[in-house]
């Protein structure tokens, strides 16, 4: 499984951003998708996943009420809806896949993307 994620940029507080990542492979429908992020100086932390037909979503607490995973399985994509940014959101975001929910859970999924950057501006 090959990962594209795109859609980040240089916005301020409060702005909302939407983030993809477009999965190559014909069965996309069967992977937990995640989200990661790793700002400077700081480990990778976990952001959200989604289960395959996207029935299961979980978040972190520090993003839970402002960001919203989805999926669009006939179009290999999972997005990330980011809104009321704040400038502790600026990071590097790297979208993840994996067949185990956990193993995502816990950032050890086994296909990765390139990072995209967000940066908020205060």
């Known amino acids: 499984v090959q990962l594209q994620a795109s859609g980040g940029g240089l916005v301020q507080a409060g702005d909302s951003l939407r983030l993809s990542c477009a999965a190559s492979?014909?069965?996309?429908?069967?992977?937990?998708m995640g989200w990661f992020r790793q700002a400077p100086g700081k480990e990778r932390e976990f952001v959200t996943a989604?289960?395959?037909?996207?029935?299961?979503?979980d978040y972190s607490d520090t993003v839970k009420g402002r960001f919203t995973i989805s999926r669009d399985n006939a179009k290999n994509t999972v997005f990330l809806q980011m809104n009321s940014l704040k400038p502790e959101d600026t990071a590097a975001y790297y979208c993840?896949?994996?067949?185990?929910?956990?193993?995502?859970?816990?950032?050890?999924?086994?296909?990765w993307g390139q990072g995209t950057q967000v940066t908020v501006s205060s």
């Open positions: 993840a896949a994996d067949t185990n929910f956990l193993r995502i859970a816990k950032g050890s999924g086994n296909y």
């Open positions: 492979g014909r069965t996309f429908s069967s992977y937990v």
């Open positions: 989604i289960s395959g037909p996207g029935g299961r979503a």
